[in-house]
């Protein structure tokens, strides 16, 4: 199991950009798939976008497709979504997971082990 560290987040005009970055602690990190959920208060949590462990695969919620990018260093044990053209409705506190294995996963019972969460604001 990896702890998961996250930074980044903070307040934003509307059509701005922000970068979350989620640092892990284990070397194990390259065996974890990584996503990103977010949530706004009252509302469960939703899917934001997922990555393969190696990298090669990755998946968008169609919320955000087009308009975030999350990405992986396995050397630097560290998973960023770079988040641009950020609406109003992308306010949320953010959350990076893990899940040991292959494949990412739009499903959130799939991850072990989640980031303290962050928060994001986007003003309009």
């Known amino acids: 199991q990896v702890d998961l560290v996250q930074s980044g987040g903070g307040l934003v005009q509307a059509g701005g950009s922000l970068s979350l970055s989620c640092a892990a602690s284990?070397?194990?990190?390259?065996?974890?798939?990584m996503g990103w959920f977010r949530q706004t208060a009252g509302k469960d949590r939703e899917f934001v976008a997922t990555i393969s462990r190696r990298g090669l695969n990755t998946l968008y919620a169609d919320s955000v497709k087009g308009r975030f990018t999350i990405s992986r260093d396995n050397a630097k044990n560290t998973v960023v979504l770079q988040m641009n053209s950020l609406k109003p409705e992308d306010t949320a506190v953010y959350y990076c997971?893990?899940?040991?294995?292959?494949?990412?996963?739009?499903?959130?019972?799939?991850?072990?082990?989640w980031g303290q969460g962050t928060q994001v604001t986007v003003s309009s």
């Open positions: 997971a893990a899940r040991y294995g292959t494949s990412g996963s739009a499903l959130e019972y799939d991850y072990d082990t």
């Open positions: 284990e070397r194990t990190f390259s065996s974890h798939a």
